[in-house]
């Protein structure tokens, strides 16, 4: 199997330039999924680095620049809570985005629920959606991750099984270190995905970037692990995380 991942770097002044370029590149890729197939397919993450894209997004500036009526919103990883609690990523996409666009597709993971069940329901969700046959994956046209400063994305964290997971979609992981389950999709669906984009904010993160760029060296952190088979990976960072100061 031939493997093809462009990676492309943007380097911008700060968190509200990068989630300009991010906007800029998911009506990008909006635009040339409704043209092709006529729905755009776009998972988010969780954390505090989308926000601001959100609030983008949702603002007068872009009301008519993303089809929200053929777009299907779905969720990379969620923490194992209610909708309605602060930590759930649904809800903190629903709070700055949801509320102040016309979608009406959007399915997010029951993270109330056990988090073995919701890992499996998820699973079917994207099975059905995509009407995926045996060993498929589904192809996401566009999949927005931040990276930790333990070198994570989504909820695949360093040193569990999700990240050398090569047959589920969506999976539960309990991490010990803060006593909490998290469910997440796969590098089964993240690598499938047609363009995967990286934002990252603040001086904080400089430290991982340089090992997570890297696609020469063997993979050891899951956000190296970010490789789309067939499809672009782009980093979009701030001056802070690019130079490790503020």
């Known amino acids: 199997m031939i493997r093809s991942t462009h990676l492309s770097l943007l380097v911008t002044e700060n968190p509200q330039s990068m989630a300009q370029a991010a906007a800029e590149l998911i009506a990008e890729q909006c635009a040339q999924a409704i043209s092709k197939r006529g729905i ?11 926000l601001e894209l959100f609030r983008l997004l949702s603002s007068h ?12 919103l779905y969720w990379v990883d969620e923490h194992n809570v209610a909708p309605d609690n602060p930590k759930s990523n649904y809800s903190r996409t629903r709070n700055e985005l949801l509320s102040h666009v016309p979608i009406t597709r959007y399915y997010r993971i029951k993270g109330e629920e056990d988090p073995i069940k919701a890992a499996e329901d998820y699973e079917r969700l994207l099975k059905e959606h995509f009407s995926l046959a045996p060993g498929e994956a589904p192809r996401f046209d566009c999949i927005i991750l931040g990276v930790a400063a333990d070198g994570r994305t989504g909820s695949i964290f360093p040193g569990y099984n999700a990240a050398s997971e090569d047959e589920r979609l969506v999976v539960d992981q309990y991490i010990m270190s803060l006593k909490s389950s998290r469910i997440t999709m796969t590098f089964r669906v993240i690598n499938n995905a047609r363009c995967c984009v990286f934002l990252a904010s603040g001086k904080e993160k400089h430290p991982i970037l340089s090992t997570a760029l890297n696609l020469m060296a063997e993979p050891t952190l899951p956000a190296q692990m970010v490789r789309p088979h067939k499809g672009r990976l782009c980093w979009i960072i701030d001056e802070a995380a690019y130079k490790g100061e503020e």
């Open 61 to 72: 500036e872009w009301a008519g620049r993303i089809d929200w009526e053929h777009t299907a």
């Open 40 to 50: 755009f397919n776009l998972a988010v993450s969780g954390g505090k680095t989308p």
